[in-house]
């Protein structure tokens, strides 16, 4: 298939009623992924001081083992950032993309700040959670305005684009907070937040149109939005690969919320963590770019299910090897990596397969899996994480478990037929 850009997008590049042209491709995948970034940035750069803030608002004394409740830091902000959507979505769909984009990096601006002077972790993790709540906005939208423009495969190797950049966020992130730490208090991770939130602001607001047209807006009403919702659970792939995708993402979660603690108490890493941290977010980056590259060949259904089932024999067999040969990192790392890079070939993947049948009401559509892989992933990786006892295992026998329920889901949602190259 050649590499033209979709009808969805004129000629001269300028939208029907839009007061500006579309950003070009290169400029628009790189925006789209600092929004997407927002989310992941807000969660990857606290990962080296979360031992700090928990000192700081009272969970531990220093010098303590860390605490396992140090990861609501990050659950709670997640937790924040999911189910919002399901209210984003009507409300992009009805007012268009940009007013609600603003709003959310506003609000994200101003809860980052909050932060700095929160003392008491109840407090904490309410603006955490508020925070989390503004940045789903920017993630809906960012999703809603690639659905708008693309469709099917153009869609899932675009958004792999876009994962390849946002994967920058997650491999830098971790050394940016650790850089961070060494030249200035915790706090000061906030202000690094609050900074990429007034960036975008600014870009956006001078080189985004809007991309949902006056004549394509629904109406804002509550039967209005139980009726596309309901549109969604009556499409059998939406549904299916929503829930799926759910599923599988509590995978990723799990490892995000722990992973501090397993390279610092179990290998011993401390100092080196947002290495290790960022090799794994590397598999994840290189695989993304490999799917943008062959997703329009090969097929979205038979790479991202072949992919689900390499993930779920490799997490076995790192089980296996964990449980009877113990802990070791050069054993760990490589066929932990791999795992991630599984990520890579099956999230976008499975965006774009949710999102086709339902390009009239993509901001719906969007805020619906944006619940599932956000509040829903991590509730299950909040149950998995809580179970870190001092080794890998928990965290492996999950990944197996998260594996072979979303692979049974897949199963029923495409009838027993898999690998089709559609």
């Known amino acids: 298939m050649a590499d033209t850009e ?27 992924a600092g929004l997407m970034a927002l989310n992941a940035f807000g969660i990857d750069i606290m990962l080296p001081a979360l031992n700090e803030i928990a000192h700081a608002v009272g969970l531990t004394a220093p010098g303590m083992e860390s605490d396992n409740r140090q990861q609501m830091i990050i659950f709670s902000y997640v937790l924040g950032f999911g189910a919002p959507q399901i209210i984003w979505g009507p409300i992009s769909d009805r007012f268009g993309r940009r007013g609600p984009l603003f709003v959310a990096l506003v609000g994200y601006i101003i809860t980052a700040f909050a932060c700095i002077v929160m003392r008491d972790f109840m407090a904490l993790l309410i603006m955490r959670f508020l925070q989390g709540v503004f940045a789903s906005g920017g993630r809906l939208v960012a999703v809603s305005v690639v659905r708008d423009l693309f469709a099917g495969r153009q869609m899932a190797r675009f958004m792999s684009l876009v994962m390849t950049i946002f994967m920058v966020v997650p491999i830098l992130a971790p050394g940016i907070g650790q850089i961070v730490l060494l030249v200035a208090p915790w706090e000061a991770i906030f202000v690094v937040l609050a900074v990429f939130g007034i960036i975008m ?36 792939v939406t549904f299916g690969y929503m829930c799926a995708s759910g599923v599988i993402f509590g995978a990723l979660f799990s490892f995000i919320a722990s992973s501090e603690q397993v390279f610092r108490e179990v290998f011993g890493q401390k100092e080196t963590f947002a290495f290790w941290f960022a090799g794994i977010a590397g598999t994840l980056a290189c695989a993304n770019f490999l799917n943008s590259r062959i997703v329009e060949k090969v097929g979205m259904r038979r790479i991202s299910q072949t992919a689900l089932f390499v993930f779920t024999i490799v997490a076995a067999i790192l089980a296996l090897v964990t449980h009877f040969v113990g802990d070791h990192l050069y054993i760990f ?3 932990f990596a791999l795992c991630f890079g599984c990520f890579g070939l099956m999230g976008s993947n499975f965006s774009a397969l949710a999102m086709e ?66």
Request: charged share 10%; aromatic share 8%.
């Open 357 to 422: 049948p339902l390009g009239k009401i993509a901001g719906t559509a969007s805020a619906a899996y944006g619940f599932a892989t956000t509040t829903v992933a991590s509730l299950i990786g909040m149950a998995i994480s809580s179970q870190y006892n001092g080794s890998t295992v928990p965290l492996t026998l999950g990944f197996v478990c998260l594996g072979l329920v979303s692979l049974g889901i897949i199963l029923i949602t495409e009838q027993g037929k898999l690998f089709s190259s559609r």
């Open 333 to 335: 790392f490589p066929l």
């Open 201 to 236: 602001l600014v870009w956006t607001w001078y080189r985004l149109p809007e991309t949902l047209p006056e004549d394509a807006r629904q109406p804002l009403n509550l039967s209005a939005a139980v009726g596309a919702y309901g549109q969604i659970v009556k499409s059998r």
């Open 6 to 32: 979709p009808s969805a997008i004129p000629p001269s590049g300028i939208l029907p009623g839009a007061k500006r042209p579309v950003p070009g491709r290169r400029e628009l995948v790189v925006m789209i």
